[in-house]
Each structure stands twice: as structure tokens, then as C-alpha cells.
């Protein structure tokens, strides 16, 4: 297991590597090069002198690339070029951080708790009303572009009926920050209007990120729960007289479940893809709408550390998976 | 993004029995393949017919295909239906009148216009061609560089398929909207074509890996060892015998492709990232310039998109029904 865990690190360690020349590779092919990215077309040649200098770009390619190595490995990713010019990279992505992580922790609970009990329901009944509709539901909600669906959602329950926030995270200036996790914050404050304000502005883009998940982790449990009780074991339980919660939990899910945990793994790529999209419809404040504007006013210093976080935290995530993947299923132990 | 199926959609009685059959009849059709994948490659039509046996009777299926043949049939004969040119500033003297920016349906133009005082109708009609040819160009561009890859992994194996495939593991660990993003925004001019080429890329990883998968699969076959055995050139055994056999599970994928190339592209254009030139309408375009009027005019989104919903709908129904009636393993 530690031979395997290590290995898998190692490959980690390549996927960053072969990333990060990608990402330099990246820094040089922009139009116009980094200079033209912070001064601007029209900046003097002196000034451009300057910084060409200041920015090491004289240097031989290998060089530089070991600068920006160095310098990564420090978390000095560069300052912002955008909105917030001057501010270190890696603060503006700490900042924004938080509320990313708090979005798709409830997409995905919600994609989840919904996926799965509605998955095995439709594998049980498999050719019923409720199958039917769930599959049904489930591709239309492939076909939806999330970002329509948040749209739809906003529209609705924000403007027309008014229920929800339209957007950001909060009302203004109503909880004391602690972790950035603006619902754990009004916890360990004990400030319960904060956490229920903050958590109303959690609901639509919740919503409208957990289709992305709920569609493939349904579809995975469904044709998972079919496979298994049509195995031997689940046939032999039965015929044993296990009641059926046992059949069920011990001998169904148990193994019904290991494409499942692949499966989430899968989705986190997916999960921030969605995330851009939804933070953007709903001014957020997240990752994702850092990464929109970033793009928008071509803040490369931001894009390269969101895109590198990014790239790191999914293959981790996966890691972790089949970590977990090996823990469940002792076959696939190496 | 893909890694299973969607189960029944026959009646609840007959199901065990069809798949009993369906189960005899896949062990059959593969092994006719298996063997005579060896001696020509025609043999992979009973396959073909086999499934698309069973497809003719799939409800699912001929709605997906029936949506995407209205779609390219539409997309192909829009000029002779649009009523007006797309481009064509027509209801321009409206816009000043009103205090309303978005021209209402009026005689002439069903859908009333949009906040140029373009004929609405029109550029929906008009837009699904774009959206087809990304849509088609950006699967064919994926298609074409993963088959590459993935042909090239799974035929040599050892350390190239090792580095093939750490490549493709670092373009699958960035997710896809972001990979395609940063494509997009290396492009010093946003076009119809650095969408497409984002787009495509993101797919290359996806059917890189999958038909690589196909060929190591397809490696061990007996077939194959014949054909090593009987001496045939290495490029002969790849080109003639591996990849024809492993290509049943791209060509399927590509259909899903389809649909989340639309979708993702019309993600590019919603964040700024598409074809800024209006002129020639496409629907993620319209859509994504339709948000500054969703409140005041949200048909101007809801149309373009309900659009793009109903075709990606018609691919993701024929993929998923393709992929059910052509791989044994996935069909109960």
C-alpha cells in the first residue's frame, strides 16, 4: 500500500513538472509576450527595457525557466496585472479560494445524497415510472449548459419570485471573517444570522453546479446497482433470508459503490470547469469568477497560479481516490 | 465524462429474458469479428448490422437521430428558410423609438428582433450552421489528434506508450474548460476558429485514451498473434487489424463529443471568449450576448438556448444508445 502510494506521488511529481514547463511554455507564447501583458502595447521602450530586464527575459530560455521553477516553488507567482494590479498572485487565489471550495462542497453533498439513493431506486425498479424519469432527467441535465441552468435558476427564485439573493456570497458586511469559509465562519462566531445569510446565498449556485455531478454519479450508481444484484452473492443473501436492509447495505451498496467513489474523483475537474460558469452568472466572488475576470483582462500571473492549483488539486483528489478505491476494495490492493 | 451506461429503456418484464438474448447474441457477433478480424475486415458489418438491428427499435434512438437529422438538414437548407439576411440592421429605427432595446414580434418577424434590430428568426436559422461546423470541426480536430495518439501508444506500447500517455494525463489533469480557455486566450484574436481549436484540443486526451485502451485490449487478441505469427509487417498488423477493431468505441464516443462540444463552446462564447464578430450568428454567441438583456428580455437567451439543449439532447440520445447496442459489456 505505501509502495503504492508513493508511486502514485511520483507520478504526481511528473504531471506537476511536465505542467509547469507547459505553463512557462505558455507565459512565452502569449501575444506579445509577458511585457506587452503587464505595460501595455503602448509603454515606452525604455520602460519596456526595464522590466525585460527586471523580468529576467535576456537570460537564456533554460535559465529563465529555472527562475520561474525558483520562484514558483517560493509561491512567488508574480503580481497581478488585472483589476487588483500590484497585489501578489497568491493572495488574490487565497482570497477567492474559500468560497469555491464552500460551493462545490455543497454541490457536490447535494449531487451526492440525491444521486445515489435516486441511482440504487432506479436500478430496484429498473423499467418504472420513477427509472424512467430519472434517466430522462438525467440526460437532459447533460444537455443543459450549467451555466443556462443557473440562468434559469437566477431568474426564477431570485428575480421574478424574489426568494433567494441574486448574487455574491453574502449581504453586505454581515459576518465577522475568520477562515474565509464564510458558513464556518459564522459558526465559530455564533453568528447564526450570518450563517443562514450566507447559506441562502449558497442555494441556486448549489443547485445549478451539483447537475453536473448528479447526472454522472446517478448514471454510475444506477448501471452499478444493477450489476451487482445481478450477482450470485446478492441472489445467495437473499435466499438466506438477510433481511433486506442487510441485503442492501452490506451486500448491494458495499459493492455497488466502488465505481461511485471513481466516479466523484472524476468530477472534480468538471466540478471547477462548472464552477467558472456558475460563479460568473452569480457574481460569486469565487475561484472561478477570480479566473473569469483573470481571462478577461488577461491577468496571466493569476491564470497561471489558478490553472497550476488547479491541475495539482485534481490529481491529488484522484490520488485520494483510489487511495480510498484500495481501502474499500482489497482486489485492486497492489 | 464517460464511464458507464444507461441501462434499459425496454419494458420491465421482458428485460431479463432481452438481455439473456442480447448477452448470446453480443458473445456470438464478437466472436465473428475475432475470427475473422484476421482474414478481412469486412466482417465487422455483421457488428454493424446487429446493432443497428436493434436500434431500429430503440424509441431513444430514433428520437436522437431523428433531432439531429432535423438539426443538419436544417443547418444545410437555413439560407433558403431565414426570411431575412442576419446581418441585416432592419429593425433599427425601432430600437430609438422604444424605450424597450429589443424590437417586439411584429408581422414579418415572428421572434421580433434583437438589440441591433436583427431579424431573430433569421439568425436562429442561420446560427445552427455555425454551430454545427464547430461542433463537427472541433470533434473531427479531437478525433483525429487522439486516434493519432492513441495509435501510437497502443502500437508500440512500452516507454512510448509511458510518455504518450504522461502527456495526455497532464492535458486530462487541467480541467477541460480551463484548458480550453487558456487556448482560446493564447489566440491574440478571438474567432469562430481558436474556439474550435480549444474545443478539439480538450477532446484529444479523451479519445487518445480510449482507443489506446481498444488496442493494448486488441494486442492480445488471437488475430493479432496470428498475423505476428504469419510474419506481417508491424504497420501492416497495426493499421490493417488492430485499429479497425479498436475504433467501435471512438467512433461512438464522438457522437457524445458532439454534444459537449456544442456546450462547451457555447461556454467560450459566454464568457467573452468566442467569435466577436456577430455577423454570422451562432447560438452560443447569441447567448452569451443575450445575459446584459436577461432581465428585461430574457427570450433573447431562452431561444438560442432551448436550441442548443435540444441538439445536444439528440446527440447525447443517439451516443448513448450507439454506445449501448455496440459494446457487449455495457448493454443489459
Not at chain 1, 56 to 82: C, E, K, M, W
Not at chain 1, 116 to 141: E, H, K, M, Q
Not at chain 1, 221 to 249: C, I, N, P, Y
Not at chain 1, 278 to 295: M, Q, R
Request: proline share 6%.
Amino acid at each position: 500500500m505505501l509502495k503504492f502510494i508513493v508511486r502514485r506521488l511520483m507520478q504526481l511529481v511528473l504531471v506537476v513538472f511536465v505542467l509547469s514547463i507547459l505553463l512557462f511554455a505558455w507565459l512565452r507564447a502569449l501575444p506579445g509576450g509577458v511585457v506587452s501583458a503587464m505595460l501595455g502595447e503602448r509603454a515606452t521602450p525604455q520602460s519596456r527595457a526595464a522590466l525585460t530586464e527586471a523580468l529576467g527575459l535576456n537570460d537564456p530560455i533554460p535559465v529563465q525557466y529555472l527562475h520561474f521553477l525558483q520562484r514558483a516553488v517560493q509561491g512567488d507567482f508574480g503580481v497581478s496585472t488585472g483589476v487588483q494590479t500590484g497585489r501578489p498572485a497568491l493572495e488574490i487565489f487565497l482570497e477567492r479560494f474559500p468560497a469555491t471550495i464552500e460551493l462545490s462542497v455543497v454541490a457536490l453533498v447535494l449531487a451526492i445524497s440525491l444521486a445515489i439513493p435516486l441511482g440504487y431506486l432506479s436500478a430496484r425498479r429498473s423499467g418504472g415510472v420513477i427509472d424512467n424519469a430519472s434517466i430522462l432527467g438525467s440526460l437532459v441535465g447533460v444537455a443543459v449548459p450549467v451555466f443556462f441552468l443557473a440562468f434559469l435558476l437566477k431568474y426564477w427564485f431570485a428575480v421574478e419570485l424574489g426568494w433567494l439573493p441574486v448574487s455574491g456570497r453574502q449581504s453586505i458586511g454581515n459576518a465577522t471573517s475568520v477562515t474565509g469559509f464564510f458558513v464556518l465562519d459564522g459558526i465559530l462566531t455564533r453568528e447564526w444570522d450570518a450563517v443562514w445569510d450566507s447559506f441562502k446565498h449558497l442555494i441556486l449556485p448549489g443547485i445549478a453546479l451539483a447537475s453536473i455531478p448528479f447526472a454522472m454519479i446517478f448514471r454510475i450508481t444506477r448501471a452499478s446497482v444493477l450489476d451487482v444484484l445481478d450477482e450470485d452473492f446478492v441472489r445467495t443473501a437473499q435466499a438466506k433470508g438477510l433481511s433486506h436492509r442487510v441485503v442492501r447495505g452490506r451486500h448491494v451498496m458495499r459493492n455497488a459503490l466502488l465505481p461511485v467513489v471513481t466516479a466523484v474523483g472524476l468530477q472534480m475537474g468538471l466540478l471547477l470547469s462548472g464552477a467558472v460558469l456558475t460563479e460568473t452568472v452569480f457574481n460569486f466572488g469565487g475561484v472561478g469568477s477570480a479566473l473569469e475576470e483573470a481571462f478577461r483582462e488577461r491577468d496571466y500571473p493569476v491564470l497561471q497560479i489558478i490553472v497550476l492549483v488547479a491541475a495539482i488539486a485534481y490529481v491529488l483528489v484522484n490520488l485520494l481516490v483510489d487511495i480510498l478505491y484500495a481501502l474499500i476494495d482489497p482486489r485492486v490492493r497492489p | 465524462m464517460t464511464s458507464s451506461d444507461n441501462g434499459p429503456r425496454r419494458g420491465p418484464g421482458a428485460r431479463r429474458k432481452q438481455r439473456i438474448d442480447d448477452l448470446a447474441a453480443s458473445g456470438t457477433t464478437t466472436a465473428t469479428v475475432d475470427e475473422a478480424g484476421a482474414i478481412d475486415e469486412g466482417a465487422g458489418v455483421s457488428l454493424i448490422a446487429s446493432a443497428w438491428h436493434r436500434l431500429r427499435r430503440n424509441p431513444i434512438f430514433l428520437l436522437g437521430l431523428g433531432i439531429t437529422v432535423v438539426f443538419v438538414v436544417l443547418a444545410t437548407i437555413s439560407p433558403l428558410l431565414a426570411p431575412h439576411d442576419p446581418a441585416e440592421w432592419i429593425l433599427k429605427d425601432q430600437i430609438s423609438q422604444q424605450t424597450n432595446p429589443v424590437p417586439d414580434p411584429q408581422p414579418g418577424h415572428p421572434l421580433g428582433g434583437d438589440p441591433k434590430g436583427r431579424d431573430l428568426l433569421s439568425r436562429l436559422l442561420i446560427g445552427s450552421r455555425q454551430t454545427l461546423m464547430v461542433g463537427v470541426l472541433a470533434t473531427l480536430g479531437g478525433l483525429t489528434g487522439g486516434v493519432l495518439l492513441g495509435t501510437i501508444a497502443g502500437a508500440f506500447g512500452g516507454w512510448v506508450d509511458s510518455v504518450v500517455m504522461r502527456v495526455v494525463d497532464v492535458m486530462l489533469s487541467i480541467p477541460s474548460l480551463l484548458l480550453a480557455m487558456s487556448i482560446a486566450v493564447i489566440a491574440a484574436e478571438p474567432s469562430q476558429w481558436t474556439v474550435i481549436i480549444a474545443v478539439g484540443a480538450v477532446q484529444v486526451p479523451i479519445f487518445a485514451r480510449l482507443l489506446r485502451g481498444s488496442m493494448l485490449a486488441e494486442r492480445s487478441k488471437d488475430h493479432v498473434l496470428a498475423a505476428r505469427a504469419l510474419g506481417v509487417r508491424r504497420r501492416a498488423i497495426v493499421l490493417r487489424h488492430m485499429l479497425p477493431n479498436s475504433l467501435g468505441p471512438v467512433i461512438v464516443q464522438s457522437t457524445l463529443v458532439l454534444a459537449t462540444a456544442i456546450i462547451d463552446a457555447a461556454a467560450l462564447s459566454f464568457l467573452g471568449l468566442g467569435n466577436p464578430d456577430d455577423s454570422q450568428p451562432e447560438w452560443g454567441q447569441m447567448l452569451g450576448q443575450a445575459q446584459q438583456y436577461i432581465y428585461d428580455n430574457p427570450h433573447l437567451a431562452f431561444y438560442p438556448a432551448a436550441c442548443i439543449i435540444v441538439v445536444a439532447l439528440g446527440f447525447t440520445l443517439m451516443g448513448e444508445s450507439l454506445r449501448e447496442a455496440l459494446d457487449p459489456k455495457s448493454r443489459r
